[in-house]
């Protein structure tokens, strides 16, 4: 029997993905940029992805807290539950934490219990259980390891690509500043700072292996490559299998949730 078709939307802080797929598969694909009208890009996505499709499911990662399919913070973009409500137009929609569906695919690709970190523009990471359970927390906010303090601060704010460019000061983004020699302490101090989070992470959770994905965490660059020369521990640091993609796998992989 044929899988269904469903669309998975990954909405980030600078754009948002959508694609067709089927069994995890993407087919088709198309991409945006965020903004102040947000929901009118996510809902013209999708529209023109499942146009002439019979659309099974629909399932939407987002940057923010999620509780029992539910968002639950705006942190990071202008939620409106209004989206829910148009995309379930076409079909039946399910909400989760972009993280924990970065999660899903990557667990869909190991099999085995694991701490899926997403290092990019921000920072966030999930547990997945051996049954492949994203651990959500009794609030939905098992995701925080930005929150960590480092000297006053959150580690998210000076070790994610957006506490970089924040303290590089020149507009230019973290893909940019990546090759730029004026830039390399930057990127290798916050390897150190993301080094230490994840292993105290991974020491505590002890999962069979972790997972690195993200722009940053993905992208050959001071920072991870600082990650690495100092990740001591027996337990496999992985690169994610789907790299920057994993979110919107995973975002239709939870499609039929809804």
């Known amino acids: 029997m044929t899988a269904p078709l469903v669309l998975g939307l990954d909405i980030g802080g600078t754009s948002v993905r959508a694609a067709v797929a089927r069994d995890g598969a993407l087919l088709e694909r198309r991409d945006a940029a965020s ?5 009118e890009t996510v809902v013209e996505l999708a529209h023109a992805l ?11 990662g987002v940057p923010e807290y999620v509780d029992g399919g ?8 202008p939620w ?3 989206i829910v409500a148009a995309l379930e137009r ?20 190991f099999r085995e219990p694991l701490l899926y970190v997403s290092w990019g523009t921000g920072l966030s990471s999930t547990l997945v259980l051996g049954d492949g359970t994203a651990w959500a927390g009794a609030r939905g906010r098992a995701l925080a390891l930005g929150e960590r303090r480092v000297d006053g601060v959150t580690l998210e704010s000076i070790a994610s690509g957006r506490g970089i460019e924040r303290a590089h000061g ?3 983004t973290a893909r940019e500043l990546a090759a730029r020699d004026d830039a390399a302490d930057l990127f290798r101090r916050a390897g150190e700072l993301v080094a230490a989070a994840v292993r105290d992470a991974a020491l505590l959770l002890d999962p069979a292996r972790v997972v690195i994905g993200g722009g940053l965490g993905t992208a050959d660059s001071p920072a991870r490559r600082t990650l690495e020369e100092l990740w001591d521990l027996s337990i496999p640091l992985t690169t994610a299998a789907h790299g920057a993609d994993s979110g919107l796998v995973g975002a239709a992989l939870v499609a039929l949730r809804g």
């Not at 903004?35 to 929901?39: K, Q």
């Not at 499942?50 to 939407?60: H, K």
């Not at 076409?90 to 690709?109: G, K, M, N, Q, T």
């Open 35 to 39: 903004g102040p009208d947000l929901a």
């Open 50 to 60: 499942a146009e002439g499709r019979d659309i099974a499911g629909i399932g939407v």
């Open 70 to 77: 539910r968002v639950t913070s705006t942190e990071v973009i």
């Open 80 to 82: 409106d539950d209004g």
């Open 90 to 109: 076409i079909a039946p929609v399910a909400i989760e934490a972009d993280v924990r569906c970065a999660a899903a695919a990557e667990w869909a690709a």
């Open 170 to 172: 020149t507009g230019a």
